[in-house]
């Protein structure tokens, strides 16, 4: 069984930054993709940023040049740096894994949520 848990929202003003993190956990052969997808109220779960297994990264144009996607590989956990946040980042973000299991077949994983507000 794999879990991902979430970590570092919260309440911010605008300008400021957050640091997220989530984690997997349980019985993991590997891990392909990472990434970030958020979604504010009343709108659809949106991509924010992605990170191949390479290293290779992939941003929406909303973020570019303000968030910094990274893995830790030895840790199965993925980061996001939000600089410059804005109120249009209000959201509740959420990660996502494409992780192949010990047994069974490649899938998606998804967290719980965390909540990130920033205030004008």
């Known amino acids: 069984q794999v879990q991902l848990v979430e970590s570092g929202g919260g309440l911010v003003q605008s300008g400021g930054s957050l640091r997220l993190s989530c984690a997997a956990s349980?019985?993991?052969?590997?891990?392909?993709?990472m990434g970030w997808h958020r979604q504010a109220p009343g709108k659809q779960r949106e991509l924010v940023a992605v990170?191949?297994?390479?290293?290779?990264?992939y941003y929406a144009d909303s973020v570019k040049g303000r968030f910094t996607i990274s893995r830790d590989n030895a840790k199965n956990t993925v980061y996001l740096q939000m600089n410059s946040l804005k109120p249009e980042d209000t959201a509740v973000y959420y990660c996502?894994?494409?992780?192949?299991?010990?047994?069974?077949?490649?899938?998606?994983?998804w967290g719980q949520g965390t909540q990130v507000t920033v205030s004008s």
């Open positions: 996502r894994f494409i992780i192949a299991p010990m047994s069974g077949r490649q899938d998606n994983y």
């Open positions: 990170v191949n297994s390479v290293g290779s990264t």
């Open positions: 349980g019985s993991i052969f590997s891990i392909n993709t």
